[in-house]
């Protein structure tokens, strides 16, 4: 790979390819799943779901055995005498909250999630938040945002919350880099290290791990995002004065690549020391991907609609792994954010941005991929008629980024395919 290749013309890439946007019968989750990722890196954060017991069993049944583990998340369960208004929510919130602080007195963040229920009674979380901030000011700090199936579609969630932070943080003059999006910890303490060995810093997280480490930011703020559905913290980032680098999403060893040089870049490292920090990791990156891409070279791969990490995942499919998009389904597509990756995209598929299920399903069957991304109302039933699926959930749950995890982003499609191969062979024999 090269950084100067014509591969990067706009005109070969996908950034002008014309947008099937579709409205109609949606198969996603909604915002409260982005608490499972986000409660676990947040180690001082409590998410407060005001919802009704289907927001629970929803909160439940994603988090699996972690449920068990005394989680920092829960929901507090509207009733029907507060669905009627006979009584005052805002009351029986405050005392939950005491409740739960008071037994919970590790706590210093404490996120009110508003659900399709709170918000169509039209619960004020957000004057509720003040007050409650106001109340237990300066132990707890308490934020709201809205993860409802109304307003947000699944990854979005993590959107509305770092969103619904960036106007608290403190303001600051100092030239510092903030990455922004939740990383398993294992992969943020590989970036941070890469980015020390560059020469880069002061460099600060977006989320931090714990309310103390929480960034400020101001003018002289540059911020590089390492996941692409972080549209509204985008937008308050940028209302706060601090300034984006576009970039490729470090995926794959060309992401990475593409993403560090894009960071080096604005910090005056040369290239001759990029090359030199980055290199062994690279080879490590190009061979482990080398290994399944034997499976994948050649093959048609099938986005649905799911966490909008579809772009750039279809271009490290695409670039690296020799796989043709033929539809890349995302939820939203955020030509500022996705543009780096639309560029490098090879032109052919249909980019499509919502989703009309049937309609969709249609297309995927005359398709007929050799590998569908789908969720998991979808993936079993297409299994049924043969297709083979990759569950696009494990994809936001799994550590897939930078140069380590490349292999195993690789394998995560794979998988399903050398799955395939070796039970038809079981079958034959
Ligand atoms: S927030 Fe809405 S979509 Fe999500 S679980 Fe609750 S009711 Fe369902």
Not at 203 to 218: E, F, I, Q, S, Y
Not at 241 to 252: I, Q, S, T
Not at 310 to 334: D, K, N, Q, S, Y
């Amino acid at each position: 790979m090269s950084l100067d290749s014509p591969a990067l013309a706009p005109n070969r890439g996908c950034r002008d390819t014309p947008v099937l946007k579709e409205r109609g019968q949606r198969e996603v989750f909604c915002g409260l799943t982005g608490i499972i990722w986000l409660h676990r890196k947040m180690q001082d954060a409590f998410f407060l779901v005001v919802g009704s017991r289907t927001c629970a069993h929803l909160l439940q049944s994603a988090a699996g055995v972690m449920i068990f583990a005394e989680p920092r998340f829960g929901t507090a369960i509207l009733e029907e005498k507060d669905l009627a208004g006979l009584a005052d929510a805002n009351t029986e919130l405050d005392r939950e909250v005491a409740r739960l602080l008071t037994r919970r007195p590790d706590i210093k963040q404490l996120f009110l999630v508003g659900s399709c229920p709170s918000e169509v009674i039209k619960l004020d979380l957000a004057r509720a938040a003040e007050r409650l901030s106001g109340l237990h000011a300066p132990h707890v700090r308490v934020y709201n945002y809205s993860g409802s199936g109304i307003e947000t579609t699944f990854t979005q969630g993590e959107d509305a919350c770092l969103a619904a932070m960036v106007p608290t943080l403190a303001s600051t003059t100092a030239r510092e880099l903030l990455v922004v999006g939740a990383l398993p910890d294992v992969v943020e303490d590989q970036c941070l290290s890469l980015l020390a060995q560059l020469g880069i810093g002061p460099v600060r997280m977006l989320p931090a791990r714990r309310a103390a480490d929480l960034p400020a930011v101001g003018a002289n703020t540059v911020f590089a995002l390492v996941q692409p559905f972080l549209g509204d913290t985008h937008a308050a980032l940028i209302r706060r004065g601090a300034r984006h680098l576009p970039a490729a999403f470090p995926f794959g060893e060309e992401g990475t690549t593409l993403w560090l040089w894009a960071v080096a870049q604005e910090f005056g490292i040369s290239r001759a020391h990029f090359d030199a920090v980055t290199a062994a990791p690279r080879a490590r990156a190009a061979k482990a991907v080398a290994a399944h891409a034997e499976t994948l070279n050649g093959k048609s791969v099938f986005f649905f609609p799911d966490s909008q990490l579809e772009i750039p995942l279809a271009r490290f499919l695409a670039r690296e792994c020799g796989m043709t998009p033929l539809e890349v389904g995302t939820p939203f597509l955020h030509a500022a954010i996705t543009g780096p990756d639309l560029d490098l995209l090879p032109e052919g598929p249909v980019i499509s941005e919502g989703q009309d299920v049937d309609r969709q399903l249609d297309r995927q069957r005359a398709a007929a991929p050799d590998l569908t991304v789908c969720g998991l109302g979808l993936a079993n039933p297409l299994e049924a008629q043969g297709h083979t699926t990759k569950w696009a959930i494990e994809l936001v749950f799994t550590p897939v980024h930078f140069y380590e995890q490349a292999g195993d982003l690789a394998a995560l499609f794979s998988r399903p395919l050398r799955r395939k191969a070796l039970l038809s062979k079981g079958v034959a024999a």
